[in-house]
């Protein structure tokens, strides 16, 4: 079992919807982080986050360290959206600079 | 565009092979970052290095062969790979790898091992 899961695995939308990407997580962390990949395989960083809740344009990260878990809203999702998303974290302790990263949730954005 | 720069995009190789991965950041970054992504998979965490030191090999076999010349380029030596190496291999670079900032991603190598 992987210490990151996320949810749903896939997700279909039709545009202007408000989407919401599940992170949960099993160890202490220090940092949780949102990353966007498009077709063709670039990574994008989205947000790093180790409390509370960071906003992007449209784009809101929140996390519970409490509960061990993050959400990703996107707020009047748009076709150009469409990617995966993928959640990772980084250790509370030992070589805490290791990502442990999530399989990732691929958005489909319908017109 | 991040600023990470991954040559080639795409590569197919026999197993008798030898190739290398190239890639470059002029972010000013000191941390560089070789990660594996197999289909249906996380990322994998393959070589970290630091101040062109190396201070991370994640069990890593031996037919694959980092090097890092300087801060500013990192490269991944490729020789008599299998096809279960086929994957997309990304190169990432940080500040530093305390852990306290952001990662920045090349577009990554499509590997294709026949």
């Known amino acids: 079992k992987n210490e990151v899961e996320q949810s749903p695995q896939n997700l279909t939308a039709q545009e202007g919807e408000f989407i919401t990407i599940n992170c949960s997580y099993s160890?202490?962390?220090?940092?949780l982080h949102w990353l966007q990949q498009h077709p063709g395989g670039g990574i994008v960083s989205l947000f790093m986050l180790s409390s509370g809740k960071k906003k992007h344009g449209r784009l809101i990260a929140t996390i519970n360290i409490q509960e061990k878990h993050s959400s990703l809203h996107i707020t009047a999702s748009h076709p150009r959206d469409s990617a995966v998303y993928i959640c990772a974290v980084r250790g509370s302790g030992g070589s805490n600079y290791k990502l442990t990263f999530g399989k990732g949730t691929l958005l489909t954005v319908n017109p | 565009e991040t600023g990470v720069t991954q040559t080639p995009r795409h590569l197919v190789m026999g197993m008798t092979n030898k190739k290398s991965l190239k890639c470059e950041q002029h972010l000013g970054h000191n941390a560089m970052y070789w990660y594996k992504q197999s289909a249906k998979k996380p990322l994998e965490l393959m070589f970290v290095?630091?101040?062109?030191?190396?201070?991370e090999n994640n069990s890593v076999p031996s037919r694959f062969s980092p090097e890092c010349p300087n801060s500013s380029h990192l490269f991944l030596h490729l020789h008599t790979l299998q096809p279960e190496d086929s994957a997309l291999y990304l190169c990432?670079?940080?500040?530093?790898?305390?852990?306290?900032?952001?990662?920045?991603f090349g577009s990554g190598t499509q590997l294709s091992v026949l």
């Open positions: 290095y630091n101040f062109k030191e190396q201070t």
């Open positions: 160890v202490g962390i220090s940092a």
């Open positions: 990432a670079s940080s500040q530093d790898r305390s852990g306290g900032e952001k990662l920045f």
